[in-house]
């Protein structure tokens, strides 16, 4: 399984792309959001003709509004194989169609390929395209999902915005690498996870290789001027990725 970060950033960040993941798992390709920045970081890469599925954690801006970009890309490479958008909201296929009827009106019924729209279910595990995904709501200013998705080998958890639900951290169990936003420096925020509790989170043994992402600017140049140095641990690898970082698992 090979992580390709398109953006780490969050929503207003002027230095990084908004937070998404291109997942290269069996020779499928999966994208992890797609906001406003990101999608072209995606459309340049030759292996996004071949993307199997889009999730979208929730429908804020920063993850979602970049599908219609991407969506017209396809459109002009006249891509015909199928388009799966997974998300755990039952509204995916109303809040994407809008966004695209809004952004480029009449271009849906014009597409060659099909897309598919699967709610993930939070009980048990949804088996798409070579993967499994399963999610937990988690607590954000409106309706949010963390997500884990997993080969026969190996497993991640990708947060998007929130703050993780006992459901979020059941999730995270085993998995090989968590992806989570790291907003702020300190805890305080009710929608998001801080640097703070993101290391926390590592205090858990089930817990092991973490990611942080999502930071904002403030809390960014707190770590790089040495004011916020992350805490190390002895089994536990944590890392801050830049735009363009790949890893393979």
Known sequence: MNIHFLGTGAATDTTRRNCSVLINANDRYH???????????????????R????????FHGDHFFGIPQLILHFYFMNRELPLTLLAGSADLC????????????????????????????QDSATVCNG??????????????????????????YYSGDGRPTQGCIQLMHGCNLIIHEAFSQRSGDPSHLSLEE??????????????????????????????????????????????????QL
């Open 31 to 49: 994208l992890l959001d797609c906001g406003f920045t990101s999608a072209q970081a995606c459309i340049c890469r030759p292996e996004s003709e």
């Open 51 to 58: 993307l199997d599925t889009i999730w979208i954690s929730h």
């Open 94 to 121: 109303d809040k994407v169609g809008a966004a695209m009827e809004l952004a480029y009106p009449g271009l849906t019924s014009k597409l060659l390929f099909k897309i598919n729209y699967h709610q993930v279910d």
């Open 131 to 156: 993967l499994s995904w399963q999610c937990a709501p988690s607590i954000h200013s409106q309706e949010a999902y963390g997500l884990r998705i997993s080969t026969d080998s190996r497993a991640i």
């Open 198 to 247: 993101c290391l926390e989170l590592l205090k858990n043994p089930n817990i092991n290789n973490l990611a942080l992402v999502h930071l904002n600017q403030q809390t960014r140049q707190a770590i790089e001027s040495n004011r916020g140095k992350l805490t190390g641990y002895d089994s536990t690898r944590v890392f801050i990725p830049d735009d363009g970082y790949s890893l």
